[in-house]
Each structure stands twice: as structure tokens, then as C-alpha cells.
């Protein structure tokens, strides 16, 4: 195990995830069928981490996992050294589909997520004005989701994980449906998310560009049971640069192992 | 368009009642068979100034109230509980849905003998029509809520009256007000055959009681308060429905 994670960030103290030994198996037509495999991760506070990976590797799996939707596995999860049990607001997440109520406008579906915070009312609603305003979407408060692009519904769906001022956001291919120019513009807006909020932030996709481009770290998966085959440490500051020649070397790189040229 | 107008819908009604004005005028059929619309306009006048017409009316929609209430409860009852338990749905499903397939004209001989001809038999029958369709469509409106929005309140930790209240009732509410409106037509269909057959008040009662003593223009009014009171009923049900799911993208 490595020794205690070091802040990335002087702002950020908290949000350190740790997972020792974490192995997941389902059962498919009755036969065992392991998913992931003796997975050790050890993440900073505040660490912007892709996870990379083909299909079926179990990387959403892992997310599941973290955000405790699933709690049938071997191992451990620590956040800040509490072991996770079960979903948490300090665990926020963004799927790849919106999953915004559709019967719900904009404003009520970001505030049912502070449902169950105690604070005045006044408060909330600041909240989920802020946040809107964060994902840069004032002035459609009272939109449907059928009324919003899929760019701007998952933006609100961003808006709706951050409310609650999450520990660790958990991004399961957030972008993964959008057209490419809508991606390519998100992505920036995300960068810049994080770093105003600084939390810790764990996006599995598999997009090389978009891995390499907003983390600190790109964790590689393979796939059949799903294990870590590379952790690849990004060292450019944010914001960066999407033509960056450092991240052009990653990228042929990355390119090479995974797709085999 | 010009053909378009709010008043489009006033055509076919009218196209028919003309072409029933000159068949009559016509004389291809005796007159007290087929009665001139204008006569029957009378006659509705006359049981309205009487207040016959009135009190056959709520003799009909008191039944429908109760049957309908009662049929349309329980099915939601059982659908909720055939979409949510597996057990249920293993020791039901079959028998419910061979159950739902039995029209329920088919019934009246059996309730008569069972509950006699008098209130409850019609009820009963008002009943078990409101039934299926409201538990089918219940059951597959339930079902039908996506699991991912379970993860999402799993996610915010809602908790369960606001899963219910906010995301589980709203998801599958459209699903259930379709199968309460298809219920509601059935039932007053059915009613009123059953009043025919059988009751001393009521809209059926009235046409099978003109229909013996042959005032034919007295059968047309109920016939057509028939169709309007059903036509009605939908829509109004049409209304709400559309207030329910008007979050939907179409």
C-alpha cells in the first residue's frame, strides 16, 4: 500500500480515495465471471484521475462500486480512511446519460438533489442558482429536460452532482453520448469546473484525447477480469493546452499499447 | 389553413344529421321507426322539461360512480402489487390475465343469478370492468419506470415518500390515467347494456322501455345521450392526461 496521499492541492484536504484488493464478480447464466481484479488505487485529494479503458474492462463497474450502488464485492474502499457504505452525498456522479426527471424542470431537478440536507430553504435555492450558473445554463431554470440538447442536459446533470458539494465526483463516460464539437467544448468546461471547485474527480472514458487532456492521471484498464495494466502520471499544470506536444507523446503512446499499430 | 377552423370537428356531425333528416323525409322506412332528428329533439325536450331524462341520468352515473370507484381502486391496488412482487405475479399472472379476456357482457347471466337483477349486479359488473384495464395498465406503468431513476434517488438518498411521491408515481402516472380512460369508456358501455337488460332506472332502462312501447324517438334520445355522455367522459380523461404528460417531449 502506498503511504499517505499527499494533498494536490494546498486548498483541498479531504476527498481521498483509497482501494486495496477490490475484486467484483457477477453471475452470468449462473457461472462466476470476474469483473475486476485485485484493484489497488490510491488517490490524492482534489486528483482529477481518467480511467481508460475498452469496453467491458469494468470501469463503470468500478464506479458503481465507489458510489456504493453496488455493494457486493471483495476489498475495500476507503474515503478519508472511513470505509464507503452505500450511496453518500459526499460521492456525486454523472452518468453518461443525463438522467434528469424529465416530469422536473432544470431548477427542481438540481434541487431534489439537496433534498435531504437540513438548511433553510433560502439557502438551497442559492445553492441551485449558483450551480446553475456554474455549468452556464441562467435563464433555462425552467426548462424540461426534452427542452435542453443533450450538451446542456448533461451540464445540468453536472450542475445536479455538484449541489451537494461532493468529496469525490465520479464521471461514468459523461461525455461519451454528445457530438464531437459539443464533447471537444465540455470538456473545457469541465476543466475549468474542477478547477474552481477542486474536488477529486474520477472520469472513466475511453477517449485518449479527453483522458489525457483533463487528468493528473490516466489509470489504464484491461479488460477479462479487469485490472490496472498503467498508471501514467500527466505532469502539465491546469488549464492546458489541447495540442500540447507532452500530451501528443502520451497520446501516440497510449495509441500504441492499447490499439497495437 | 381555412379548413382548419376550431369549428372543423361541427362538420361530420352535421353531414350526418342531414343525411338522417332527408332518409327520414325520404320515407324508405316508417316514420315512427325512423324518427325525424327534429322530433327527437322534441321528445329530448319534453323528458328534460319532465325531468325523467334527468333522473334516468343520475340513476346511470350513480352506478358508474361506485362501480367505477370501487373497480378502478382495487386495480390499482393489484397492479402496484402484481409489478412489484414476483410471488404475486408467479401465483396471479396466468389467472389474471386469461380473467381480463372475458368480456364482461359475457358475465351478466352469471352476476344476475348471483346478485339478482337489482343495484348490485350492475355495480359488480361496473366493477370488474374498471378493473383489468386499470390494473393492466398500472401494473405495466410501474414496471416500466426506469431502474436508473431508483439510482438516482439511491444516489441523493431520497427518501422513500419522496421516491414514491416525486419519481415513481410521476413516472408511471401517464401509463395509468391511459388504462383509467379505456376503463372508463368500457364501463358506461357496459352499463348501460346491462340497464337494458335489467334495472328499473337508468339511460338503458329508459331506451328498452320506450323500445316496448315503441316510441322510437325516446329510444334516439337515450342512444344519443349515450354517445355524448361517453364521449364526454374521455374527454375530459383526455384532458387530464395530457396535463400529466405534457413533461413528455411530444
Excluded at chain 1, 156 to 172: S, T
Excluded at chain 1, 195 to 201: F, G, H, L, N
Amino acid at each position: 500500500m502506498n503511504a499517505i496521499a499527499h494533498p494536490l492541492h494546498p486548498s483541498v484536504d479531504t476527498g481521498a480515495l483509497t482501494i486495496c484488493g477490490l475484486s467484483k464478480t457477477y453471475a452470468l447464466k449462473g457461472r462466476p465471471v470476474k469483473v475486476l481484479k485485485d484493484i489497488d488505487l490510491n488517490i490524492r485529494p482534489g486528483e482529477f484521475v481518467s480511467i481508460l479503458g475498452a469496453s467491458g474492462c469494468g470501469k463503470s463497474t468500478l464506479l458503481r462500486l465507489i458510489v456504493g450502488l453496488d455493494q457486493d464485492y471483495q476489498g475495500q474502499i476507503l474515503l478519508d480512511q472511513q470505509p464507503v457504505r452505500g450511496p453518500g452525498l459526499e460521492r456525486g456522479i454523472v452518468f453518461q446519460d443525463h438522467r434528469l426527471f424529465p416530469w422536473m424542470t432544470l431548477q427542481q431537478n438540481i434541487a431534489l438533489a439537496l433534498k435531504n440536507h437540513v438548511m433553510p430553504a433560502a439557502q438551497k435555492d442559492r445553492l441551485v442558482a449558483e450551480h446553475i450558473d456554474l455549468v452556464g445554463l441562467r435563464g433555462f431554470e425552467l426548462a424540461y429536460p426534452h427542452q435542453l440538447s443533450g450538451g446542456m442536459a448533461q451540464r445540468a446533470a453536472i450542475a445536479r452532482a455538484l449541489v451537494n458539494k461532493p468529496k469525490v465526483l465520479l464521471l461514468d463516460e459523461p461525455l461519451g453520448a454528445l457530438d464531437a464539437l459539443t464533447r471537444v467544448r465540455l470538456q473545457q468546461e469541465l476543466q475549468r469546473i474542477w478547477i474552481q471547485e477542486r474536488c477529486t474527480v474520477i472520469m472513466v472514458t475511453h477517449d485518449i484525447d479527453e483522458a489525457l487532456y483533463l487528468g493528473d492521471r490516466v489509470i489504464v484498464m484491461d479488460a477479462n477480469p479487469g485490472t490496472i495494466r498503467e498508471d501514467l502520471p500527466i505532469d502539465l499544470p491546469h488549464p492546458r493546452e489541447r495540442d500540447s506536444a507532452l500530451l501528443q507523446g502520451y497520446k501516440q503512446r497510449l495509441l500504441g499499447e492499447l490499439v497495437g499499430h | 389553413m381555412r379548413l382548419l377552423s376550431p369549428l372543423s370537428w361541427l362538420i361530420s356531425p352535421l353531414a350526418l344529421l342531414t343525411l338522417w333528416a332527408l332518409v327520414a323525409k325520404a320515407g324508405l322506412f316508417p316514420v315512427n321507426l325512423l324518427v325525424p332528428p327534429l322530433e327527437v329533439w322534441h321528445s329530448f325536450a319534453e323528458l328534460l322539461a319532465t325531468g325523467e331524462l334527468q333522473e334516468h341520468l343520475s340513476g346511470s352515473l350513480s352506478r358508474l360512480a361506485l362501480g367505477f370507484a370501487g373497480g378502478s381502486l382495487a386495480g390499482l391496488a393489484f397492479g402496484t402489487a402484481l409489478a412489484l412482487s414476483k410471488t404475486l405475479e408467479a401465483y396471479c399472472a396466468p389467472l389474471f390475465h386469461t380473467l381480463r379476456q372475458i368480456p364482461s357482457i359475457a358475465l351478466i347471466p352469471m352476476f344476475v343469478l348471483l346478485f339478482g337483477v337489482d343495484e348490485t349486479f350492475k355495480v359488480v359488473i361496473v366493477a370488474k370492468t374498471a378493473f383489468f384495464p386499470v390494473a393492466l395498465a398500472t401494473c405495466e406503468g410501474v414496471r416500466a419506470i426506469p431502474r436508473s431513476h431508483f439510482e438516482v434517488a439511491a444516489v441523493y438518498r431520497l427518501r422513500w415518500t419522496t421516491l414514491v411521491g416525486r419519481i415513481a408515481l410521476p413516472a408511471a402516472v401517464p401509463a395509468i390515467v391511459t388504462g383509467v380512460r379505456v376503463a372508463l369508456t368500457r364501463a358506461w358501455v357496459v352499463l348501460v347494456a346491462c340497464e337494458l337488460l335489467a334495472a328499473d332506472s337508468g339511460l338503458g332502462q329508459m331506451i328498452e322501455m320506450a323500445r316496448q312501447m315503441l316510441r322510437i324517438d325516446v329510444v334516439m334520445v337515450g342512444v344519443v345521450v349515450t354517445g355524448v355522455i361517453g364521449f364526454t367522459l374521455d374527454f375530459g380523461l383526455r384532458r387530464l392526461e395530457r396535463r400529466l404528460s405534457n413533461w413528455q417531449s411530444r
